[in-house]
């Protein structure tokens, strides 16, 4: 038997649902990139013995679609409610294959990342963000075969990078909102943000290679039902 209580929760519960909806789209690039670059791991025989294949960068994952991979999706202004908690999720970026694993991630202010070395070499963990904000740029030596290193950041930040100082081809990239209304579009294009509240928003959908230090694209949508948003971005 359900008390009062319980039951005002699962009435509180469907309440917020109601009020609240996810926001898919896809993202298609518009325009013809350059080729990408085959990276030379000759530097490092550990890391050249890891692939069979020759490996490239990643400025611009496309599929014959033109949908566009790595593109960060994010509620840029709108949100009235300021304070959401922090998540006690603690998600990844591993190096793998002398690569960070994945390129692009998002996550929120002061949630803790995990980074892990699972190659057979020394890599050291650099991130940089902006200078002069809260957010400490790190330098962290991460031999094969140690530990996991955990970091957060401070503030919001379009997208802080990662680099290793020993392998000069390892980028990856880290978006950090104060809110959880965020995606990265997958090797197709597409993307989720779930659970917007009701109202009117900026999305905004940044790709690095393309904006870089500049704003993404956006969008203004009104949020009462689940609502489909696509972008386009477009090479200059």
Same mark, same amino acid.
């Given at each position: 038997?359900?008390?009062?209580?319980?039951?005002?929760?699962?009435?509180?519960?469907?309440?917020?649902?109601?009020?609240?909806?996810?926001?898919?789209? %896809?993202?298609?690039?518009?325009? =013809?990139?350059?080729?990408?670059?085959?990276?030379?791991?000759?530097?490092?025989? /550990? #890391?050249?013995?890891?692939?069979?294949?020759?490996? =490239?960068?990643?400025?611009?994952?496309?599929?014959?679609?033109?949908?566009?991979?790595?593109?960060?999706?994010?509620? /840029?202004?709108?949100? =009235?409610?300021?304070? $959401?908690? =922090?998540?006690?999720?603690?998600?990844?970026?591993?190096?793998?294959? #002398?690569?960070?694993?994945?390129?692009?991630?998002? +996550?929120?202010?002061?949630?803790?990342?995990?980074? %892990?070395?699972?190659?057979? @070499?020394?890599?050291?963990?650099?991130?940089?963000? /902006?200078?002069?904000?809260?957010?400490?740029?790190?330098?962290?030596?991460?031999?094969?075969?140690?530990?996991?290193?955990?970091?957060?950041?401070?503030?919001?930040?379009?997208?802080?990078?990662?680099? #290793?100082?020993?392998?000069?081809?390892?980028?990856?990239?880290?978006? +950090?909102?104060?809110?959880? $209304? $965020?995606?990265?579009?997958?090797?197709?294009?597409?993307?989720?943000?779930?659970?917007?509240?009701?109202?009117?928003?900026?999305?905004?959908?940044?790709?690095? %290679? @393309?904006?870089? @230090?500049?704003?993404? +694209?956006?969008?203004?949508?009104? +949020?009462?039902?689940? /609502?489909?948003?696509? $972008?386009?971005?477009?090479?200059?």
């Amino acid at each position: 038997m359900k008390t009062p209580y319980l039951g005002i929760l699962a009435v509180a519960a469907s309440l917020q649902l109601a009020r609240s909806a996810d926001i898919t789209g %896809k993202v298609v690039l518009k325009g =013809t990139p350059k080729p990408e670059l085959t990276i030379d791991m000759a530097s490092d025989a /550990k #890391c050249a013995a890891l692939h069979s294949q020759p490996v =490239t960068t990643r400025h611009y994952v496309v599929n014959k679609d033109g949908g566009l991979a790595n593109v960060l999706v994010f509620v /840029k202004s709108g949100l =009235t409610e300021k304070n $959401f908690p =922090t998540p006690s999720e603690t998600p990844l970026i591993d190096q793998v294959g #002398c690569e960070y694993t994945p390129y692009v991630m998002g +996550v929120m202010v002061n949630q803790k990342i995990k980074i %892990k070395n699972s190659d057979p @070499t020394l890599h050291n963990v650099h991130a940089m963000p /902006k200078p002069g904000t809260a957010n400490k740029e790190f330098n962290s030596a991460q031999p094969a075969g140690t530990g996991v290193l955990e970091r957060s950041f401070a503030i919001p930040e379009v997208a802080i990078q990662f680099k #290793c100082d020993v392998h000069p081809w390892m980028f990856a990239y880290v978006g +950090v909102f104060d809110h959880p $209304f $965020f995606a990265v579009t997958d090797n197709e294009g597409n993307f989720k943000i779930s659970g917007v509240p009701n109202g009117k928003y900026t999305i905004e959908a940044y790709h690095r %290679k @393309t904006h870089g @230090t500049n704003p993404g +694209v956006t969008q203004e949508i009104a +949020v009462d039902g689940s /609502k489909k948003l696509d $972008f386009v971005i477009e090479l200059k």
